[in-house]
């Protein structure tokens, strides 16, 4: 499964679909799609790989495509992960922000620049 990805990660990933795209031979198509595997097993293991295989056509270039989406949604998907996940690392800080103020306005301190103040 896939969940957040590095921008090093998404950037092979995205270059791998600019490849694609330039792609003018079936020799090509298969080399392309064997280096894609590897990474693929490498970086998100056997499961993505086994989801990436599965995709098969019997035309090289309609299974090129194929292929190409499942990349373009591991993309979409792990940015939509890196997403939530963000936004909840930004609620928890505004949790813990504001049950500090709360404590803090309980005790009358002030909170001013990164310092306490009493």
């Not at 003018?24 to 198509?29: K, N, Q, R």
């Not at 098969?56 to 292929?67: E, R």
Request: glycine share 6%; with cysteine.
């Amino acid at each position: 499964m896939v969940r957040s990805i590095t921008k090093e990660i998404r950037d092979r990933l995205d270059s791998f679909c600019k490849e694609a795209e330039e792609l003018d031979s079936e020799p090509f198509v298969d080399r392309w799609s064997d280096k894609v595997t590897s990474f693929l097993k490498t970086v998100f293991g056997t499961e993505t790989v086994d989801e990436f295989l599965s995709l098969k056509h019997q035309n090289p270039w309609n299974q090129l495509a194929m292929h190409l989406g499942y990349i373009q949604g591991l993309v979409a998907k792990a940015s939509l992960f890196t997403s939530q996940e963000k936004n909840g690392v930004y609620q928890q800080i505004d949790t813990i922000l504001g049950m500090k103020i709360v404590v803090m306005r309980q005790r009358k301190y002030l909170l001013f620049m990164g310092e306490i103040m009493r």
